[in-house]
């Protein structure tokens, strides 16, 4: 059994043939086809406290409810019952047991898989969750981000990605998470009339761009940079930061520009998104109809959850659901007139749908109960903390400094040092990491009066 990095033991697939499809995934040896890695994937069963981590890469954040039903019942049959929703728009499956090799094969049948078994790693591609349905989008990302997820799976040399290397397809929605940093990222914009791509490397939207491409262009210029990464970067250097500390971005941008006509973007910076439009009933372009948003408490779904979410979808909705960056959930494509009765539907499955409700606020990983690494339990402090809280604030508990919850800086932080024990970090643009430490070895309880007497204002500062 090959071993992952930093000594973690990873359970590989054994069949390289997919039950729906009838052909192999991959015809190269299990040694080249799956690298190695302390990330969980489909085909990557990663261990932990209370048992082993099948994280399922969704196109997009979509899902159509059958391949809900189907992650359900195998999260029930194999596994714990334990459903994540990630904070890249995905899905993981805890606590699986020795059955690993039936789980993915029921999950490969119903259509969750790569197309091919190295595929799995690179499929790291962030749209915002309402792409397509959004009022403000300046255009339709799905066909784009199609092409692009082709490539990522069937470009031989992509296979030497980092499982981490990321990119992000922001089509100008409102309903945008801007603040997670991607390797490479693209953002639409209008000049004299046209859409086009800006694009940035290591960072965010909202950071100042390199430079554009017509839209036309937008799958070239994905291609140029992953290759031009892979032609620069030693094998050591994994992620476009790393490579940026040794070639500056001018450097990078002149020789991209041998490889793709580029555009200057003058002044154009991505404005920040709204917060809260992942929760509740929020209009789509055409008139009548809306998506419908929900959020299981820190993440955590059951079968019931996501049977109970299919189900509205079929019923309501075109029989899709979308997940998002803020580990939560869309119904689209509802009648406007049968909004209500969805919200409502969601509310009884335990589901938050309101965006000032303390706990929809709070980012809490796995904490002690599933990870060794952790020293505190986040989930169980997160549920206190939202019960002392008088009102919504967002925060985010980590078990360690590796901050595997959340892909950005939080307002606040509460990094744990022993069990129930936190330092609390305000976010400080001049500081790195989590900000600027404000106190030592809190209690919940402590926490919960410092972040009560502290405004929000100054919060999102």
């Given amino acids: 059994m090959p071993s992952g990095k930093a000594g973690i033991m990873a359970t590989f697939h054994p069949s390289w043939r997919c039950p729906s499809a009838g052909h192999p995934l991959n015809e190269r040896p299990l040694s080249t086809a799956i690298r190695p890695s302390a990330c969980p994937?489909?085909?990557?069963?990663?261990?932990?406290?209370?048992?082993?981590?099948?994280?399922?890469?969704?196109?997009?954040?979509?899902?159509?409810?059958?391949?809900?039903?189907?992650?359900?019942?195998?999260?029930?049959?194999?596994?714990?019952?334990?459903?994540?929703?990630?904070?890249?728009?995905?899905?993981?499956?805890?606590?699986?047991?020795?059955?690993?090799?039936?789980?993915?094969?029921?999950?490969?049948?119903?259509?969750?898989?790569?197309?091919?078994?190295?595929?799995?790693?690179?499929?790291?591609?962030?749209?915002?969750?309402?792409?397509?349905?959004?009022?403000?989008?300046?255009?339709d990302t799905r066909p784009l981000a199609g092409q692009i997820l082709e490539t990522l799976q069937s470009h031989p040399r992509f296979d030497e990605l980092s499982a981490k290397f990321a990119v992000q397809l922001d089509g100008g929605e409102a309903l945008a998470m801007l603040e997670h940093p991607h390797d490479l990222w693209l953002s639409a914009y209008e000049k004299h009339g046209d859409t086009l791509l800006a694009f940035g490397l290591a960072g965010c939207p909202t950071d100042r761009p390199l430079a554009g491409v017509a839209l036309a262009d937008g799958h070239a210029l994905v291609v140029a940079v992953l290759e031009l990464f892979l032609d620069l970067a030693r094998p050591e250097q994994t992620r476009m930061r790393h490579l940026l500390d040794e070639c500056p971005a001018p450097v990078l941008l002149e020789?991209?520009?041998?490889?793709?006509?580029?555009?200057?973007?003058?002044?154009?910076?991505?404005?920040?998104?709204?917060?809260?439009?992942?929760?509740?009933?929020?209009?789509?372009?055409?008139?009548?109809?809306?998506?419908?948003?929900?959020?299981p408490a820190l993440g955590r779904l059951d079968p019931v959850m996501l049977r109970g979410a299919a189900r509205l979808a079929r019923t309501f909705g075109d029989g899709s659901l979308r997940f998002t960056p803020w580990q939560s959930l869309?119904?689209?494509?509802?009648?406007?007139?049968?909004?209500?009765?969805?919200?409502?539907?969601?509310?009884?499955?335990?589901?938050?749908?309101?965006?000032?409700?303390?706990?929809?606020?709070?980012?809490?990983?796995?904490?002690?109960?599933?990870?060794?690494?952790?020293?505190?339990?986040?989930?169980?402090?997160?549920?206190?903390?939202?019960?002392?809280?008088?009102?919504?604030?967002?925060?985010?508990?980590?078990?360690?400094?590796?901050?595997?919850?959340?892909?950005?800086?939080?307002?606040?932080?509460?990094?744990?040092?022993?069990?129930?024990?936190?330092?609390?970090?305000?976010?400080?643009?001049?500081?790195?990491?989590?900000?600027?430490?404000?106190?030592?070895?809190?209690?919940?309880?402590?926490?919960?009066?410092?972040?009560?007497?502290?405004?929000?204002s100054s919060l999102d500062a």
């Fill in 330 to 456: 869309l119904v689209p494509n509802v009648r406007e007139a049968d909004a209500a009765q969805v919200l409502n539907a969601l509310s009884k499955l335990n589901l938050l749908t309101r965006i000032d409700d303390p706990l929809s606020r709070l980012i809490a990983c796995t904490g002690s109960s599933g990870c060794g690494k952790g020293l505190a339990d986040t989930k169980h402090d997160a549920r206190l903390l939202a019960a002392l809280l008088p009102h919504a604030v967002d925060v985010h508990l980590s078990g360690c400094s590796r901050s595997c919850a959340a892909a950005h800086r939080a307002p606040a932080t509460l990094l744990a040092v022993a069990p129930g024990r936190y330092d609390l970090y305000f976010r400080d643009a001049a500081q790195p990491g989590f900000g600027a430490l404000h106190a030592h070895n809190l209690t919940i309880e402590a926490v919960a009066t410092l972040l009560a007497d502290r405004s929000r």
């Fill in 255 to 295: 020789k991209l520009g041998q490889r793709i006509r580029l555009h200057s973007v003058g002044d154009w910076q991505r404005k920040a998104a709204p917060e809260g439009l992942h929760l509740g009933v929020h209009p789509q372009p055409l008139a009548g109809q809306v998506y419908v948003g929900a959020a």
């Fill in 41 to 139: 994937g489909l085909l990557r069963i990663v261990p932990a406290l209370d048992g082993g981590i099948c994280r399922i890469k969704l196109d997009g954040g979509s899902i159509t409810a059958d391949q809900a039903d189907a992650l359900a019942s195998a999260a029930e049959r194999f596994a714990g019952g334990v459903i994540e929703a990630t904070n890249r728009s995905n899905l993981q499956i805890r606590g699986i047991d020795d059955q690993s090799a039936a789980l993915i094969d029921s999950l490969l049948a119903a259509g969750l898989g790569p197309r091919t078994a190295a595929g799995d790693d690179v499929r790291n591609l962030m749209l915002s969750p309402a792409a397509g349905i959004d009022p403000q989008m300046r255009f």
